[in-house]
Structures are given as structure tokens and as C-alpha cells.
């Protein structure tokens, strides 16, 4: 079921680790919000935490930065225990964090809130950012659209030049284009050696940005593998509207499976070669092709024992 055992760590790997989970548990009365993870967030990459709603990723996040206990287990954030209140303290003049919900002082304007965080952090790169992500200073945060207050949180995370950025599902209310400059940005800071956690629900942003990825299901880590490796066992989710009705035997090949035929309409996953399919394809009388990233709990249902990740995103 879980596939942890395609990444091979080495001792350098480890040595490298930004961020240490240790059976990391944390339960709410009956529900297990994080059930005994351990995986490593290496220096330098951008890590993925997928996983769909309720999966357990804030839980996580709010673990790593000492903002609640944990039931058992441990984990360290560059270098300091998260049971060590004082190290972790120190360490987190040097994270960015980016919650979920921005608990910013509503009545403040965004230059308040941003003079704010610079007198306990610094903020030597916040013109930068602002050319960049340009949310509206001048207005109380009160009158910001949620992508608008998403773009002040992105600056109040970054504008110290933290080592470390912990980002819980920053692209959510960004439209297309702003999110693009943020996984530019994020590739960009990621390739200046420094290190992003970035949880979302969304396979197909995590697919694009990031390096690695840890699968949360319900409280238990069930997949920590290489991006290219999750691509390449997720394959695409193709719909063809045929112009006749199509023989299914004779429509499908190896490459395809979970085939569905509906009337003149037959979807699929496709795990084999572009041009092999479009090939394919040029021998029927084709109305329409989509084609699209996989979802997750179709993923699950391949290539992880057929067990599906329940709710979605
Ligand atoms: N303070 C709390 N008290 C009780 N249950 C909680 C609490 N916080 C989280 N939970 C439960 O723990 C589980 C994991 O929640 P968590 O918020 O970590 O998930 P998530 O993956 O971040 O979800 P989302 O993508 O919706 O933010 C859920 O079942 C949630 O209802």
C-alpha cells in the first residue's frame, strides 16, 4: 500500500533534512488527525503535502510549528525539537509560514500588518515582494478579497528571506496568473537553496512545483516518492468523443486501463507514450479528445491497492 520504499534515502539525504518527522501523532478525542508520520523534508527541494480535505496537513503544519502538542512521536525543524520550546522559538525568526487562514488584525491596513511582522522579523525583501505579489496596502485588510489577503501573506512569509517557508494550501483563491508567479517564485527560491513545505489538494499544482511528495490520507502518510515517479505511475485522464459508436475490444490497448464506454464517448487512463496514443487515436473518426491530469483518489485506486483517498478536494 504505501510506497515510501521507492525513495531511497541515503545517509547524505538525511543529513540534509530541513525538517525530521518521527511517528509524528496527533489525536482529537477519537479522530487521528496524524497517525505516527515520519517522513524528511530535505534542504533545498520544495516538498508537496497532499492530500485531499480533513487529510490531516494543517495538523501537521500547526505540529511542526509548536502551535499544538503532539500525542506522541516527535519531529525536528532545522534542527530544533518541536518539544524544545525555546530552540523552536529561535529557529522560527528564520521559517515563513503561511497559514490556511490568515489571522491577520482585520482593521489594520496591509502596510500596518506588514510594519507589523517587520519589527519581529525583518523584512529586507519586502519591496521586492511587493513588486511581485502587490496586494493593496493602503486598504484595511478588512476590505481584501481572499486572494488579495492571500498575496499579503505571501509577502508577510517571505519578506524576512526565511531559510525555511511552510506554505498550507497558498495558491487557494489565486487566480491562474498569480498562481504561476508564485510557483515561479517558489522555484526561483528553491533553486537559491532554500527549502518549501507546501501542502495543497491539488495533485496537478504539486505535480508542476514541487520535487518530492508525501500522500496524507486520512492521518497516515501512504506515498513519499519522487514527482517524476508519481507522473509517471499517474499517467492521463483521457476522454475521446467519437464520431460512431466504438467497438471497446477493439478501441482499447496495454496502455489503457479503467477503460469506460458511454454511448460514443470512452475515457480512460493512459500510462503509455504521447505519440503512441495520438496514433492510435488518427485510425478512429475522433470528434473530441481531453486530456487531463489524473485525479488523485484515481491514482489511489491503480497503483495504491485500490483504495480510494475518500473525500476530494
Ligand atoms: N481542533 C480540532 N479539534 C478536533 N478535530 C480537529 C481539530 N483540528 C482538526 N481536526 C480534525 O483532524 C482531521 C485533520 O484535519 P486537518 O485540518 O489537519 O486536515 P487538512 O488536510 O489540513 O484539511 P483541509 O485541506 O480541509 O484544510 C480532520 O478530521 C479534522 O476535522
Excluded: W
Amino acid at each position: 500500500m504505501c510506497a515510501q520504499t521507492d525513495v531511497v534515502e541515503t545517509n547524505s539525504d538525511r543529513d540534509a533534512a530541513t525538517i525530521r518527522l518521527d511517528e509524528l501523532a496527533k489525536h482529537y478525542g477519537e479522530v487521528t488527525a496524524n497517525d505516527a508520520v515520519s517522513f524528511d523534508v530535505h534542504a533545498g527541494e520544495i516538498f508537496g503535502y497532499l492530500g485531499p480535505n480533513g487529510a490531516g496537513k494543517t495538523t501537521t503544519i500547526r505540529l511542526l510549528l509548536g502551535l499544538i502538542n503532539p500525542t506522541s512521536g516527535t519531529a525536528d525543524v532545522l534542527g530544533a525539537d518541536i518539544h524544545d520550546r525555546r530552540a523552536l522559538t529561535e529557529v522560527k525568526a528564520d521559517i515563513g509560514y503561511l497559514p490556511d487562514s490568515l489571522g491577520f488584525e482585520e482593521r489594520l491596513t496591509g502596510q500596518q500588518v506588514l510594519d507589523y511582522f517587520a519589527r519581529m522579523r525583518g523584512d529586507e525583501r519586502r519591496a521586492e515582494l511587493l513588486e511581485l505579489f502587490r496586494p493593496p496596502l493602503e486598504k484595511p485588510v478588512e476590505t481584501y478579497s481572499h486572494g488579495n489577503k492571500r498575496m499579503l501573506g505571501i509577502v508577510q512569509a517571505f519578506m524576512h528571506d526565511p531559510t525555511l517557508a511552510i506554505l498550507d494550501e497558498p495558491t487557494s483563491g489565486l487566480d491562474p496568473l498569480k498562481q504561476d508567479r508564485l510557483h515561479a517564485f517558489l522555484e526561483n527560491e528553491r533553486d537559491a537553496g532554500k527549502t518549501i513545505f507546501f501542502s495543497s489538494h491539488v495533485l496537478s499544482e504539486v505535480q508542476r512545483v514541487c520535487d518530492r511528495v508525501g500522500i496524507i490520507r486520512e492521518g497516515e502518510l501512504v506515498a513519499l516518492e519522487n514527482i517524476d515517479d508519481l507522473l509517471e505511475r499517474g499517467g492521463k485522464d483521457v476522454r475521446v468523443h467519437l464520431a460512431e459508436p466504438v467497438d471497446e475490444e477493439r478501441f482499447t490497448t496495454p496502455a489503457m486501463i479503467d477503460v469506460e464506454t458511454v454511448d460514443r464517448t470512452v475515457r480512460f487512463t493512459y500510462t503509455g507514450e504521447a505519440n503512441a496514443l495520438l496514433a492510435h487515436l488518427a485510425r478512429f473518426d475522433v470528434e473530441d479528445v481531453d486530456i487531463g491530469d489524473p485525479q488523485l483518489d484515481d491514482i489511489f485506486k491503480h497503483y495504491y491497492g485500490g483504495s480510494t483517498l475518500g473525500e476530494t478536494g
